[in-house]
């Protein structure tokens, strides 16, 4: 899969917890306009949206910034994902990932995901991607 778009988020919580624990809740959403998914036979090409991605920030002191998420959206695609399957998928996901601080306010972001690929049998098929794991990397502005 290749994929491009623009995540948003918004911190909902004050700073909790202690230790290396200590951090902050946000939510998020993210679009993806563009979304290529590389198969036997037809490849297939759509959008997906991730309405609902929650979001650790773990608050370390330093460049390093971690975080880790649960999410969930869709994906609409021209042509079956898996093949002689449905082309509308739900993507449950989780993941980690940094924040590198290149200054105050901007940051180069890496992420590791497993991502779910289902119909939640909405065909008769529902084969599924049961073991997609993701590498994603971007650039993050913070207010």
């Not at 991605?53 to 042509?79: E, Q, R, S, Y």
């Amino acid at each position: 899969m290749l994929y491009g778009g623009g995540r948003w988020g918004k911190v909902l919580t004050d700073n909790a917890l202690h230790g290396w624990l200590r951090g902050n809740f946000e939510f998020g959403l993210e679009v993806q306009p563009i979304y290529k998914v590389f198969q036997e036979g037809d490849d297939a090409t759509g959008a997906a949206f991730t309405p609902v991605i929650l979001k650790w920030n773990f608050l370390h002191h330093g460049k390093v910034k971690p975080f880790a998420t649960i999410a969930g959206g869709v994906l609409i695609t021209n042509h079956d994902v898996p093949q002689n399957t449905n082309n509308l998928n739900f993507t449950p996901q989780g993941g980690f990932g940094i924040h590198y601080l290149t200054s105050p306010n901007r940051a180069v972001t890496t992420e590791v995901k497993y991502l779910h690929v289902s119909n939640a049998s909405l065909s008769n098929q529902n084969s599924g991607i049961n073991g997609s794991i993701q590498f994603t990397i971007g650039y993050t502005w913070f207010k």
